[in-house]
């Protein structure tokens, strides 16, 4: 009983691990994408 909690638990915290560095990267790129944009209108625009 106490081997089949363990392994969910396992399971559940490498589940919420990979939700968090996919939400992390997925926002990192976002960022990165607004970051270029705002950059490249500026230089367009001077």
């Known amino acids: 009983m ?3 909690e363990v392994s969910k638990l396992k399971r559940l915290l490498l ?9 992390t ?5 976002t960022r990165l994408n607004v970051g270029a944009k705002n950059f490249t209108e ?5």
């Open 42 to 46: 500026q230089y367009i625009v001077s």
């Open 15 to 23: 589940v919420a691990l990979l939700v968090v560095v996919v939400t």
């Open 25 to 29: 990267l997925s926002f990192g790129q």
């Open 2 to 4: 106490m081997n089949t």
